[in-house]
């Protein structure tokens, strides 16, 4: 064989090896491409790509465009796609633990929230893990805060009011605080609102910008009732399949994407309340008896969900308290 034509052939083969040990995951979230998470993962999973060579190459599948907001969890477990990210609370139906992070009023900074991320992270791990998943990261939303059609300055202002109820949390929350919850779906917020079916809602300042809420209500105080977490999980048997060395590349730029997260949610909740405000909202932190009032109905949740979660819950509240 000649010079060229070895060279040629070993070109070919060296080339069908990188392609056969190359691998081409999906990813898939519910949120869109501009949202501050979804910008986090597309780094993710660049500095994958670029850090293996492209051996790994992860496509992003945004805004709920490959699969729906309520099949990611089974779409991951079941390794139709080898990754994805949903919010841990979604889960709450399936083990109490997965809703702490919801217990209104129980981590209301973000200080809080990362001291209750650490606590319970051995635990998520270990129910993602029965589930043949594998916990890379987690990223806090801003603090969730009340939005209402009308000036609250106690908690008895909220009595007959329609509260909006996405959660069994929120659900429970409104009972407490004397209003009725409302199931609205949020493509509908501003109906609700407009024909007065709904007067409150608690939700995080990004989703009252998203959904223009200048349009349909007045107030948003912000109490930072608590700040749910959204997850990114990959399928165990697609993990174990890479090599270590990929392992390690993939756990690193996850370690830093959680750090990155964190940062970017805390400027989100500064950018997203100026917004608020610029357009027309009154933001307050709400009257010191507000305040007082829902840390209350906070405390009496935080004790029903240390009781639904058992020993489990008991340990993880008497650690936070600590």
């Known amino acids: 064989m000649k010079l060229h034509q070895y060279m040629t052939a070993a070109a070919v083969v060296a080339c069908s090896m990188t392609a056969a040990h190359a691998e081409s995951w999906r990813m898939a979230t519910a949120y869109p491409e501009t949202n501050f998470h979804t910008v986090n993962i597309q780094e993710f999973v660049n500095e994958i790509k670029d850090a293996t060579d492209g ?56 200080e809080d929230s990362e001291k209750l991320y650490e606590i319970t992270k051995p635990y998520l791990e270990d129910l993602l893990g029965r589930q043949n998943m ?72 990004s989703t009252g910008v998203n959904s223009s809420a200048w349009d349909f209500l007045s107030h948003y105080y912000d109490v930072a009732a608590f700040l749910p977490k959204n997850v990114v999980v990959v399928n165990k048997r697609s993990f174990d399949a890479l090599d270590d060395e990929t392992k390690k590349v993939v756990l690193d730029a996850a370690a830093k994407a959680e750090k990155r997260g964190w940062e970017r949610s805390r400027e989100e909740r500064v950018k997203q309340t100026k917004l608020l405000e610029d357009n027309g909202i009154k933001v307050s932190s709400g009257s010191d008896e507000l ?32």
């Open 55 to 110: 051996k790994l190459d992860i496509t992003v599948h945004a805004n709920g465009s490959l699969i729906r907001p309520g099949e990611l969890k089974n779409a991951v477990r079941s390794r139709q796609v080898e990754t994805g990210e949903f919010i841990i609370s979604g889960l709450a139906n399936e083990n109490p633990i997965f809703a702490v992070d919801s217990v209104p009023f129980l981590a209301v900074s973000y």
């Open 134 to 205: 594998q916990l890379l990261y987690s990223v806090a939303w801003p603090p969730q805060g009340m939005y209402t059609d009308r000036e609250i300055n106690t908690i008895d202002d909220l009595k007959g009011l329609r509260m909006r109820a996405y959660s069994p949390q929120t659900e429970r929350l409104a009972q407490l605080s004397g209003a009725v919850p409302t199931q609205i779906e949020a493509a509908d917020l501003a109906q609700a609102f407009s024909t007065g079916r709904v007067n409150a809602m608690i939700t995080s300042a």
């Open 291 to 322: 305040r007082a009032a829902l840390l209350e109905v906070g405390q009496k949740m935080a004790a029903e969900w240390s009781k639904e979660a058992g020993k489990e819950g008991e340990t993880i509240i008497n650690a936070f308290q600590q």
